[in-house]
């Protein structure tokens, strides 16, 4: 398997600029099955942004900013699971779901379950906020009840020490690392934009004072994740 599926709690937690992140440190490639809202950047066109590789087509790109199967419903579209089944690769591939693990793709069917026929493992995004252990545990839960190969979690947001540990021991998955707040993520191959930005998503989050940021996002994806666990799920 070459693919590998980057998952998270909840919309705008950091699962978009991860995947940039991760593009770049496997080499890889970058496909978004499903593009709900077309009015700001897209979740490809902030990984082109910021890897300066350029992804896979979507396998829908829809304009209303929803839920996959409303947005589809609003153009009288119904979102064909087969019509997403992962491209054939010889380099590795980074798929990025859409806003948390139960969102609807059509009327019958939900993100979880097609990441469960897919059979690729998935790299659970959470951010640190107050709520992650709740909403991460329920995440895992749903995971490996689906039988998703479980990679391991990644942190978006400050440091919480105990809540990471927290939800380590009681999911029982590994620790692959936190991706802390970043300044200056513009465009590839420098990041020197002027907007601040939290990793995930397109809200440009301020940064409160006192944070320093990093050179570069492959820089500081390299210095805080575990590739390695990554690597070997591949």
């Known amino acids: 398997m070459t693919a590998v599926v980057v998952a998270g709690t909840d919309t705008g ?15 890889a490639q970058y ?18 942004r910021l890897s300066g590789v350029t992804p896979l087509s979507e396998g829908y790109l829809l304009q209303l ?23 054939p690769m010889q380099d590795p591939l980074v798929v990025e779901g859409a806003g948390g693990l139960m969102v609807p793709l059509n009327r019958d069917m939900l993100y979880l379950d097609l ?10 995004c959470a951010r640190t906020q107050l709520g992650t252990i709740n909403h991460t545990l329920l995440s895992l839960k749903a995971l490996h009840d689906a039988g998703c190969d479980v990679v391991g979690v990644a942190f978006i947001g400050d440091a919480e020490p105990e809540v990471e540990e ?5 999911g029982k998955v590994p620790h ?20 601040s930005a939290l990793p995930g998503g397109r809200s440009g989050a ?15 994806f390299v210095q805080n994740i575990n590739l390695d666990l990554i690597r070997e799920a591949l």
Do not use: Y
């Open 31 to 48: 496909w978004k099955p499903v593009q709900s809202g077309i009015e700001e950047e897209t979740d490809s066109q902030i990984v082109a």
């Open 115 to 124: 990441f469960a026929r897919w059979r690729a493992p998935v790299i659970l």
């Open 13 to 27: 937690i950091g699962k978009t600029v991860f995947s940039a992140g991760l593009v770049q440190a496997l080499g």
């Open 65 to 87: 900013p929803a839920s996959p199967h409303l947005s589809a419903e609003a153009e009288g579209a119904v979102i064909d699971p087969d019509r997403l089944e992962l491209p």
């Open 166 to 170: 927290t939800i380590q021991q009681f």
């Open 206 to 220: 301020v940064r409160p004072e006192g944070r320093t940021g990093c050179a570069t996002l492959a820089e500081v």
């Open 176 to 195: 692959l690392g936190r991706l802390p707040m970043m300044e200056n993520l513009g465009g590839a191959p420098d990041f020197g934009g002027e907007r």
